[in-house]
């Protein structure tokens, strides 16, 4: 894929997977705007893995609003004026509602989610990254965010079937999928360019990245 096509790429996954350690390296080599999820600001997110069943929609319309008026924003962008690589797509948020909520809330959930989702630009590719339940868990334990050491691999199992099941169906974009479990895009600069060359190799709207 010329490199010069690539003014919107998301960068998606599982929580712990490394997705806006990423993100941040590709805006930087592609001299782009990054748009981060900056779920640190989410001030129900420590709540509601304390006490899932009492915060988990607080937290997630606070997610929803968020994201809708950042993704709002970059649709009234000039795409042309600059590339931008985000660490989200807007579409996962049902995912989490439909692990976290229940059907009352999940109910609510999806009707505010129709009327306050803007119409976001396509990407002109979307990485998403996998790894197994294990791996995730322990790259969360590792980044050592004190709110996410609760966190079991049961939830993150369950995370991962979700997105798995997402990714399977979609369609919109040309996507990048990338096996991570022996990929350290934090802190290898080796795994980095191995995927961005794999990167400009892409001529399919559906490919697969893993260093066995």
């Known amino acids: 894929m010329p490199l010069k096509q690539l003014r919107y790429v998301v960068v998606e996954g599982p929580i712990g997977v490394g997705k806006t350690s990423l993100s941040r390296r590709l805006a930087h080599r592609l001299q782009a705007e990054l748009i981060l999820e900056q779920a640190e600001d989410n001030p129900f997110l420590a709540r509601f893995y304390e006490d899932k069943r009492r915060y988990a929609l607080a937290a997630q319309l606070f997610f929803l609003l968020s994201r809708a008026e950042q993704i709002r924003q970059l649709s009234q962008d000039d795409l042309?004026?600059?590339?931008?690589?985000?660490?989200?797509?807007?579409?996962k948020d049902m995912l989490f509602a439909r692990l976290n909520l229940d059907e009352a809330e999940f109910r609510l959930y999806q009707k505010l989610y129709a009327d306050l989702r803007p119409q976001a630009p396509t990407p002109d590719l979307v990485i998403?990254?996998?790894?197994?339940?294990?791996t995730l868990s322990q790259r969360v334990r590792r980044r050592g965010l004190n709110y996410e050491q609760g966190m079991s691999e049961a939830y993150l199992a369950e995370l991962t079937r979700l997105y798995t099941e997402f990714f399977y169906h979609y369609d919109a974009a040309p996507l990048l999928i990338v096996n991570s479990e022996r990929l350290n895009f934090a802190d290898s600069d080796e795994d980095f360019e191995l995927l961005f060359q794999r990167i400009s190799e892409m001529r399919g709207a559906r490919e697969f990245f893993n260093r066995g």
């Open 80 to 91: 042309f004026a600059g590339p931008k690589v985000a660490d989200y797509l807007i579409d």
């Open 128 to 134: 998403y990254l996998q790894a197994s339940p294990t």
